[in-house]
């Protein structure tokens, strides 16, 4: 029997999985902090519901079927689309309505690093709410996710695709929306390609080689809102979005929101996002593309008969988050794990209670190897990864403690038995 997987699918190993589960407790403490109601979409659509944001093309990049009852089915590729379709649905809610959601979503994309067929999404979005705050809001949201998975060096690259609108149609005179729409496409492909290879691929499009430089030039706008505000200002392109940049800018210092930079070249899917975009990428492994990204998205709501509901959110890849995470973390546990150890056999049973205890705290703990000396369950201990090992021997006991050994510095000390749980909760 073949034992394989299919192509761009692979078991969440344990380790990983640690990480996962850190990100969804992560984001659903966060996203109940901003008050954002969790939820999560159904993982089949109607076909219809899946084309509105992308229309037919789609097809291709999802897995879609027809079911038992002849009808057109697919997985759910994201988990935007079926929150506001969740939403246009429902129009007895009072706007503005805050939504998080997080769960597995399918892609039928070429597999690569970083990128499978079947991955994790986290997911927030905000409907009916028109104002710059909306989307200060959710970028307030991750830059504090971020935060707290540990995360340090990363950075908010933040566009606006009505300021590149504006620089195309006003700086450059190009009046063709084809046209426009082709320049555009060379922005969203300036991270991935080569000056002569969009020239290559753009030129029969429309897109000179004249035209590329000056809008290549004009993608390299970036740096910290104050110095981008003032070069936009200078290309009288500061309203091309209603001044909406100077006011993200402001709300986001107002927010205390670091690692800010506005970045021209960020406009991000072409077919559905409307404004302001954004996108989170960590400095330190670019190689992993963004691990965030979202914007303002007003045209889908409209497609589902809601032209009064605007939209703006955000969605991050668990699994990128995670590669990140795992070497920002150097392999170090997440959380305490604990292998408790005893000196003698007489001494397993309050080892096994001790065990007990721990797990009743939460924290993941195993019992020693029964008929083990001491130095082969350290050893154990070690060759299993754990963090740290209490160790039970009678002379602590009878002074009413036990010996805790950090497994990553080697360092000992000795703990109360009744503070042992506030001892590694603090870990």
């Known amino acids: 029997m073949d034992l394989s997987q299919p192509r761009g699918i692979r078991d969440i190993e344990p380790d990983e999985f640690d990480l996962h589960l850190k990100i969804r407790r992560t984001f659903e403490e966060i996203a109940r902090a901003y008050n954002f109601k969790l939820m999560e979409p159904g993982p089949l659509e109607n076909l219809s519901i899946l084309r509105a944001k992308s229309g037919s093309q789609v097809d291709d990049q999802i897995y879609s079927f027809k079911d038992k009852g002849d009808r057109d089915i697919g997985l759910r590729f994201d988990l935007t689309v079926g929150m506001t379709r969740n939403v246009s649905a429902n129009k007895a809610l009072k706007p503005p309505v805050k939504l998080a959601s997080y769960g597995g979503v399918w892609r039928y994309d070429e597999p690569q690093h970083a990128r499978y067929r079947w991955f994790y999404q986290w997911d927030v979005e905000v409907f009916g709410d028109q104002s710059v705050e909306a989307d200060a809001e959710v970028m307030d949201l991750s830059y504090n996710f971020f935060k707290k998975v540990g995360l340090q060096n990363f950075s908010l690259q933040v566009g606006d695709r009505r300021v ?129 990204g979202g914007g303002r998205y007003d045209v889908l709501p409209k497609l589902f008969g809601r032209p009064d509901l605007p939209a703006t959110g955000a969605a991050g890849g668990v699994e990128r988050i995670a590669l990140s995470m795992g070497r920002a973390a150097g392999g ?96």
């Open 164 to 292: 590149v609108e504006g620089y195309i149609r006003q700086a450059m005179g190009v009046a063709s929306e084809e046209t426009m729409m082709e320049m555009m496409r060379v922005l969203d492909k300036v991270q991935k390609k080569t000056e002569a290879e969009l020239a290559e691929e753009y030129g029969p499009k429309g897109v000179g080689r004249e035209a590329l430089a000056e809008l290549l030039r004009f993608g390299r706008t970036k740096g910290s809102p104050d110095e981008v505000c003032k070069r936009l200002e200078e290309l009288r392109l500061a309203s091309a979005a209603g001044g909406e940049l100077v006011a993200l800018r402001d709300s986001l210092k107002s927010r205390g929101i670091q690692n800010v930079e506005y970045n021209m070249s960020i406009v991000r899917g072409l077919d559905y996002y409307t404004g302001i975009v954004f996108e989170v990428v960590d400095r330190d492994h670019p190689d992993l593309g963004s691990l965030c």
């Open 332 to 427: 170090a546990d997440l959380e305490p794990s604990v292998y408790v150890a005893y000196t003698e056999p007489g001494l397993a049973e309050k080892a096994l209670s001790t065990v007990s205890s721990l797990r009743g705290g939460g924290i993941r703990s195993e019992l020693g190897a029964r008929g083990k000396s001491l130095g082969k369950q350290l050893e154990d201990a070690s060759s299993r990864d754990f963090a740290w090992v209490v160790i039970i021997g009678k002379r602590e006991l009878d002074s009413g403690q036990l010996v805790l050994r950090n497994m990553r510095s080697r360092e000992e000390e000795k703990v109360p038995i009744d503070g042992l749980l506030a001892r590694l909760t603090k870990a």
